[in-house]
């Protein structure tokens, strides 16, 4: 049977990395009941975003098994009879996002908005153990519109150099912090045998080169980064 899935994430702080670690692990042990659930590659980072550790949640969201809305469809697993518990636990240790705040009432977490998904046809295949990465970035509020539009329209020759670094898929999300102020959060899962020289081709790479002048000007680096505009986050 085909399966569709869509990439998602999801927000929220965190306020006990000890005992988020420790729920997560419960969780990466409740593999059957997550695809069951629909849930897929289901994945934990976090990064310090405007004097706050971030939590973020990335999964593959089946939607072949999913009759409701995203978040609404979320909220239902993580409430579902055989999750629940391990899902509570990690909610203990964590604090609702900023649009959650004064909703008792609302799950903690809140659903960013997918702005990209790039698929290379040119990269190795993903093993069980491919691992995956994520990083951060703000996004200046006068070249959202800017930013959103070249990520309509992304240049082959980019999804190429992608794909030639061994980078089996490319998620962009973006939700605002702080004072409403846009940060985007990439998802990469990588598919090679020689990380470092996979990542030193891609800025070698001249359709990049000429990408990036585009994208960088789009985005202000969080003081933390120093090699870029994106800031790597922790996998929890």
């Known amino acids: 049977m085909h399966t569709e899935t869509k990439p998602v994430a999801f927000a929220a702080v965190l306020e006990d990395k000890a005992a988020a670690i420790k729920a997560i692990a419960e969780l990466n042990n409740q593999g059957q009941p997550l695809s069951d659930a629909g849930v897929g590659n289901l994945r934990f980072f976090t990064q310090k975003i405007d004097g706050k550790d971030i939590i973020l949640a990335t999964m593959d969201l089946d ?29 203990k240790s964590i604090s609702p996002h900023q649009r959650h705040a004064d909703a008792k009432t609302k799950s903690p ?60 898929r490319f ?12 940060h985007l959060f990439y998802l990469f899962q990588y598919t090679g045998d020689n990380f470092e020289e996979d990542m030193a081709a891609q800025p070698n790479s001249p359709v990049n080169q000429r990408w990036w002048k585009f994208t960088d000007a789009c ?12 800031l790597d986050m922790d996998l929890l």
């Open 63 to 91: 939607q072949t098994r999913l009759s409701s809305e995203t978040e609404d469809a979320w909220n239902t697993i993580t409430h579902s009879p055989t999750l629940k518990d391990k899902f509570l636990a990690l909610e």
């Open 109 to 168: 977490w809140v659903l960013t908005e997918t702005v990209c998904e790039i698929r290379p046809n040119n990269a190795a295949k993903a093993k069980a153990d491919s691992p995956w990465f994520s990083a951060v970035t703000q996004l200046k509020n006068e070249k959202e519109a800017d930013y959103r539009l070249l990520h309509n329209n992304v240049w082959p020759g980019v999804i190429d150099a992608i794909g030639a670094s061994n980078i089996s």
């Open 171 to 182: 998620d962009i999300f973006l939700i605002e912090f702080g004072d409403n102020q846009p």
């Open 219 to 230: 985005q202000t680096p969080l003081p933390e980064a120093t090699k870029g505009p994106w």
